[in-house]
């Protein structure tokens, strides 16, 4: 399974909400938000190999947050790796 989205063909205004509603609803269960929705373009592709699922993700600053809702919702345990090629982050589990 090779896919790939992006919001460079939406128009600026519903960016973030189609952002929202591909990545955090169908492949990431997640809240998230950003600090400039206005400004908001991002890519993510999706690529299978075997059992694994590799994923790309290019972004503007924003924030995800997995509550208890979230890590139910989903079939399966999942597992993330994460590499960060640049910019910050910060992964915090309570």
Known sequence: MDLNYST????????F?????????????????VPDREHFNARFSVRSIGH???AEMSSPRHHWE????????GPNEDFMLSLMVSGRGC???A
């Open 52 to 54: 694994l699922t590799l």
């Open 91 to 93: 992964l915090s589990q």
């Open 66 to 73: 997995r509550d208890v809702q979230h890590l139910r919702s």
């Open 8 to 15: 460079d063909a939406v128009e600026a205004s519903q960016r």
């Open 17 to 33: 909400d189609y952002w929202s509603d591909v990545v955090c609803r169908h492949f990431i269960p997640a809240a998230s938000r």
